[in-house]
């Protein structure tokens, strides 16, 4: 359960940074290989070009945090089983 909590949690954090510095790879990667259009219609008053780049970053970077986060949880795990 806590890893869902620290993948939203990385989400939202990378989300609102994306918002700040739309150039952070690699969602602006990933829309310009799926020749997504540059589409100036707000969703929630932001761009929509933004608001895509912004949720990919947010969940590549999400995931990214909670697998490491899940490998060194089950590391530390097993080393206190071998410690009993």
């Known amino acids: 359960m806590i890893g869902a909590v620290i993948f939203v949690v990385f989400f ?8 700040g510095f739309p150039s952070l790879p690699p969602g602006e990667t990933i829309h310009e290989l799926l020749n997504i259009p540059y589409l100036e219609y707000p969703v929630l008053g932001i ?9 990919v970053n947010g969940v590549v970077y999400g995931f990214i945090v909670w697998l490491i986060f899940s490998v060194v949880k089950t590391k530390i795990f097993k080393d206190e089983e071998k410690e009993d």
Do not use: D, E, R, V
């Open 12 to 19: 939202l954090l990378f989300f609102a940074i994306t918002l």
């Open 47 to 55: 761009p929509a070009w933004l608001f895509i780049s912004a949720i």
